[in-house]
């Protein structure tokens, strides 16, 4: 069966430290890889993907995430986060040709000032 | 330009009612999703509308169903409410449904009691 798991549902992190959050997913076949972030009160709006290529993958606010095929993995890291980087995140597969999202559970970080 | 609306914000609604969820995509953009978002579970996909048409479905009843019209503005509507579709419902839309991005609204937050 296609899912996507995320292993951390909560992450409480000091500002400044570094973050990394884990996904799986189990998906037949090539997939495309998503994360997206949920600030609070806002909608769910694009991070990063992957599609192909340099495995990986730098988005928007200085996230990352690297693509490992052999683990089926897509985890996302950050340096160094900041209060401003507190939210609900999701990752996320959808298979080429495809119209319909496969997502994680989410994992929700706060960020302490 | 205008994102993705979602009405109403919020919807209180007793068990055994019925609701109606409207949802206006980018303009321009002809593919319409919806999902579920409850605590625990994530984004669970509903449907996918392409020109009035409903192209995928996923794993709800039938008490929860679609549609959309010319102008690509959608709606969906669920039954017979119960205490479990108390959730925040997102639509998303894109271009085509294929495309590498979607745009997802800020959702409507259902409450059944």
């Known amino acids: 069966a296609q899912s996507v798991s995320q292993h951390n549902h909560h992450v409480i992190l000091s500002e400044a430290a570094s973050l990394e959050l884990g996904c799986n997913y189990s998906?037949?076949?090539?997939?495309?890889l998503f994360w997206y972030v949920q600030y609070p009160g806002q909608h769910l709006q694009l991070l990063l993907k992957?599609?192909?290529?340099?495995?990986l993958v730098k988005g928007i606010k200085g996230f990352e995430a690297e693509f490992i095929k052999s683990k089926f993995s897509f985890n996302l890291r950050k340096p160094s986060v900041q209060w401003s980087d507190t939210a609900e995140y999701f990752c996320?597969?959808?298979?080429?040709?495809?119209?319909?999202?496969?997502f994680g559970t989410g994992t929700r970080l706060k960020v302490l000032a | 330009k205008a994102g993705v609306t979602q009405t109403p914000r919020y919807l209180i609604k007793t068990r055994g009612q019925q609701v109606t969820l409207s949802c206006s995509p980018i303009?321009?953009?002809?593919?319409v999703s919806w999902y579920q978002q409850t605590p625990g579970q994530g984004l669970q996909f509903l449907f996918e509308?392409?020109?009035?048409?409903?192209?995928n479905k996923g794993n709800f009843p039938g008490r929860f169903s679609g549609r959309q019209f010319s102008n690509s503005r959608s709606e969906m509507n669920v039954s017979t409410l119960e205490l479990g579709d108390s959730a925040l419902y997102l639509c998303?839309?894109?271009?085509?449904?294929?495309?590498?991005?979607?745009?997802f609204g800020q959702g409507t937050r259902l409450t059944v009691v």
């Open positions: 998303a839309s894109s271009l085509t449904g294929l495309d590498t991005e979607a745009f």
């Open positions: 998906y037949g076949g090539t997939v495309n």
């Open positions: 992957y599609f192909s290529g340099d495995p």
């Open positions: 996320a597969v959808k298979g080429p040709g495809t119209y319909k999202y496969i």
């Open positions: 303009s321009g953009h002809r593919s």
């Open positions: 509308y392409f020109s009035e048409t409903q192209r």
